[in-house]
């Protein structure tokens, strides 16, 4: 399924509930943030390894929330996931040129020292 009909199904979802009146930008992000907190949770305090074998069902459902949200930001927006997606994968293509970050973790201002 293409990002366009998976968030026409989210929509549809929300829309069947009456949810879209709770679902201003502001709200929208603060639970985005919510929802990625409550994914990185299943990390706390043990190795990734770990924490995958431990809580991968729990990660998946979290990871789905984050995704949802950021699909409901973008189209309260008006913001076409493919564009801004491609958008940004330009900028770091710029940022970050293979010759100079590959195998490196280091953030593009640093990549040149």
Same mark, same amino acid.
């Given at each position: 399924?293409?990002? =366009?009909?998976?968030? =026409?199904?989210?929509?549809?979802?929300?829309?069947?509930?009456?949810?879209?009146?709770?679902?201003?930008?502001?709200?929208?992000?603060?639970?985005?943030?919510?929802?990625?907190?409550?994914?990185?949770?299943?990390?706390?305090?043990?190795?990734?390894?770990?924490?995958?074998?431990?809580?991968?069902?729990?990660?998946?459902?979290?990871?789905?929330?984050?995704?949802?949200?950021?699909?409901?930001?973008?189209?309260?927006?008006?913001?076409?996931?493919?564009?801004?997606?491609?958008? =940004?994968?330009?900028?770091?293509?710029?940022?970050?040129?293979?010759?100079?970050?590959?195998?490196?973790?280091?953030?593009?201002?640093?990549?040149? =020292?």
């Amino acid at each position: 399924m293409e990002i =366009k009909e998976l968030t =026409k199904k989210v929509i549809r979802f929300r829309d069947e509930r009456n949810w879209k009146q709770f679902h201003n930008p502001k709200d929208l992000a603060l639970s985005l943030s919510l929802e990625a907190s409550e994914l990185l949770e299943n990390f706390q305090w043990k190795e990734s390894d770990e924490a995958i074998l431990e809580n991968k069902d729990k990660i998946e459902e979290e990871l789905a929330d984050v995704l949802i949200y950021s699909m409901l930001i973008a189209n309260e927006l008006e913001l076409d996931i493919d564009n801004i997606v491609n958008n =940004k994968l330009q900028k770091n293509e710029m940022k970050y040129p293979v010759n100079k970050a590959y195998g490196n973790k280091s953030k593009y201002t640093d990549l040149s =020292k």
